[in-house]
């Protein structure tokens, strides 16, 4: 059975930093692409970052220089590494492959509360 657990958030003073890991089972991981997400009370959900399985990576505007994303496969397990955090980066944040069949798929993501 598919299943990813996102773990890893928290309470954070501005400026500092946490590690998001997403924990995948049931996929064939290595040759997934993946993405993480975040969503803001009263906001839509927005795209954060991605990996490809080939490691290629991209991320939004707002978290760029701030924010890595990378993936581990002996781990099957993506990672999101936050530093520098911004009370706007206040959200949970969701992980999931990026293959469309995955476009209605929400897990229940992890509290990221940032504190100015």
């Known amino acids: 059975q598919e299943q990813l657990v996102e773990s890893g958030g928290g309470l954070v003073q501005a400026g500092g930093s946490l590690k998001l890991s997403c924990a995948a089972s049931?996929?064939?991981?290595?040759?997934?692409?993946f993405a993480w997400y975040r969503q803001s009370p009263g906001n839509q959900r927005h795209l954060v970052a991605s990996?490809?399985?080939?490691?290629?990576?991209d991320y939004a505007d707002s978290v760029k220089g701030r924010f890595i994303i990378f993936r581990d496969n002996s781990k099957n397990t993506v990672y999101l590494q936050m530093n520098n955090l911004k009370p706007e980066d206040t959200a949970v944040y969701y992980c999931?492959?990026?293959?469309?069949?995955?476009?209605?798929?929400w897990g229940q993501g992890t509290q990221v509360t940032v504190s100015s």
């Open positions: 999931k492959p990026t293959a469309q069949i995955w476009r209605e798929y």
């Open positions: 990996i490809t399985s080939g490691s290629s990576v």
């Open positions: 049931g996929i064939a991981f290595n040759i997934t692409s």
